[in-house]
């Protein structure tokens, strides 16, 4: 993909892994579930995320699976490891795959919580990724840290891959990025949380939302991302309502 483009608009499942009952991935079911949501209008994927129980797959079964999605269609890789090496392979494996971009999930092991080791951190991935657009993936429920705007800031002057802010906070977490962060041109915010999709387009000008509920609901998703931007856009009466 073009890395002019943004791989990050619209809305992207964040795909469930499909397992056998031995524990083994099945990349068959993996793909089906892929073409269902294509057929839903969602053209980019998200895997492997949070929701892809990242941290359940062996390396080989996260590469073959990121072969396998990046061979079909727009995929936006997910970079969740133990440790920072691990995260900068996924990531220059996710390169070599073909994927559109790259979704960089914090150090979530030791030194979790600093702020200097969680910005090296990002700061290989994002090298890693050799220019594929990619966002900071927040979510402080699940990782344990927050990253500050400034931070934000440092990395993305350094490097300029770091497009937008995936925020999976609460509707006061999309409203901070957005103040904070995602209203300076040439960066976008994209809504992690399914309950506040509405706030974070109509609200914050999100332009795109990585979806669990999708993954279950994907006309219903599609149909409330649709009507969100025809209000936003075009200020139609019913769609607000």
Not at 56 to 73: I, M, N, S
Not at 82 to 104: C, K
């Amino acid at each position: 993909m073009n890395t002019d483009q943004n791989p990050f608009t619209g809305v992207a499942p964040a795909i469930m892994t499909p397992f056998r009952p031995d524990g083994s991935v099945n990349f068959d079911a993996l793909l089906e579930k892929r073409q269902r949501l294509v057929q839903a209008g969602m053209q980019t994927m998200v895997w492997p995320g949070t929701m892809g129980n990242w941290s359940q797959l062996r390396p080989e079964e996260r590469k073959e699976g990121v072969g396998l999605l990046a061979g079909q269609g727009p995929l936006i890789v997910g970079t969740g490891a133990p440790n920072t090496e691990m995260a900068v392979d996924y990531a220059r494996h996710g390169v070599e795959a073909g994927a559109a971009g790259l979704m960089i999930i914090p150090e979530v092991l030791y030194m979790g919580t600093v702020a200097s080791a969680q910005e090296q951190h990002f700061g290989r991935v994002l090298e890693a990724g050799q220019g594929l657009p990619s966002v900071a993936y927040n979510n402080p429920p699940a990782y344990r840290y927050t990253m500050p705007r400034e931070q934000f800031f440092r990395l993305r002057d350094r490097y300029p891959n770091l497009r937008g802010f995936k925020e999976s906070g609460d509707r006061e977490a999309l409203t901070r990025a957005a103040r904070g962060i995602t209203h300076t041109e040439g960066c976008f915010l994209v809504v992690g949380i399914d309950n506040e999709l509405i706030h974070g387009v109509m609200g914050c000008n999100a332009v795109g939302a990585v979806t669990g509920v999708g993954n279950v609901l994907p006309d219903e998703v599609m149909y409330l991302w649709r009507l969100c931007l025809v209000a936003r856009e075009n200020g139609d009466d019913k769609a607000w309502r």
